[in-house]
């Protein structure tokens, strides 16, 4: 299958190199953004010049697909519906959008008159919207600001996502300061600062804030934990705050707790309900456990 589950390594290509995804062989923006990060970090430490070429083609895809989306410009639609989020074809994503930044800058360092910083910049347009203007923010009362992943209301409060679309803010203002986006990478910074209560599930951790109308929530799935503590890691040394390292030091004594993976293991089991009657979608009530 490829590194980490994917399958990279026999997935077809299209004329220029770029990765194409399903039966159909469509492009896939979160996976091309994925695959070129992959090859990039190959190439870090190889110097092999297909690495290069690999993660230079998925970049160039970015740069040249982006789409006007309700006003927004910059977009990647994702041209499938999800159906427990009630949401249709043509979604977009803050996670996909922080990716895709994430991989244009890095192809800027190589080819830095090839537009894709001002690219990753248009990338970043729909982080200056709400949801309900089309963009991919969700905003409390304070101003703070929560980045989906699934952009639609009623918000899923997706963690890993947020993290995703806010390291990539924070890798754009390191190239090009606005004093705007600036302040929407310190609303996103607030928000994880006071929302990570929420995703702690002692002893383990909540992939997002969906739950259903008994106010069940199904536990992340063991490498979305690991994830979690991964993502938590990096943010504490880019923010200089250990709050994040607290936090990510006892999910990881927990993960290994056998105590902890029965308890995952029961919620699983009872999650099969959930989702085989479908009550833990949007469409049978399911919304934020915060926002109730």
């Known amino acids: ?29 979160v996976r091309i953004a994925r695959y070129g990060l992959h090859t990039y970090n190959v190439w870090l430490g190889s110097r092999s010049a297909s690495a ?11 740069r040249d697909n982006q789409v006007e989306r309700l006003g927004i410009g910059g977009c990647y639609p994702l041209e499938y519906p999800l159906a427990k989020f009630g949401v249709a074809a043509g979604w977009i994503s803050a996670m996909v959008q922080g990716e895709a ?16 910083v001002d690219a990753a910049s248009s990338a970043a347009e729909p982080y200056k919207y709400d949801l309900i203007h089309g963009g991919v923010v969700w905003k409390d009362e304070t101003g703070a600001q929560f980045f989906e992943e699934v952009a639609v ?30 302040q929407i990478a310190d609303a996103g910074t607030r928000m994880l600062r006071r929302w990570l209560p929420h995703f702690d599930a002692a002893p383990w951790s909540y992939y997002m804030l969906l739950g259903t109308v008994n106010g069940y929530r199904n536990l992340a799935q063991l490498k979305y934990h690991a994830l979690h503590i991964a993502q938590l890691r990096v943010t504490a040394a880019f923010t200089g ?30 999650g099969l309900v959930y989702r085989f009657t479908h009550a833990d979608s949007v469409s049978r009530g399911a919304r934020s456990m915060v926002e109730r």
Do not use: C
Request: charge should be negative; charged fraction near 20%; hydrophobic fraction near 40%.
């Open 1 to 29: 299958m490829g590194i980490y589950g994917e399958d990279w390594t026999v997935a077809p290509r299209d004329e220029q190199g770029v990765i194409l995804s399903g039966g159909v062989q469509k492009y896939h923006p």
């Open 52 to 62: 290069r070429s690999e993660f230079l083609a998925q970049a160039r895809w970015l």
């Open 101 to 116: 930044i994430s991989l244009l800058l890095r192809a800027a360092e190589h080819a830095p008159n090839d537009g894709f």
């Open 153 to 182: 209301s009623p918000p899923s409060h997706i963690l890993s996502g947020h993290m995703y679309a806010l390291w990539a803010l924070y890798d754009l203002l390191h190239v090009r300061h606005s004093e705007g986006m600036h």
């Open 241 to 270: 705050d250990a709050y994040y390292n607290e936090i990510a030091d006892r999910w990881e004594k927990q993960k290994k707790r056998p105590s902890s993976w029965f308890h995952v293991y029961a919620n699983s089991l009872m």
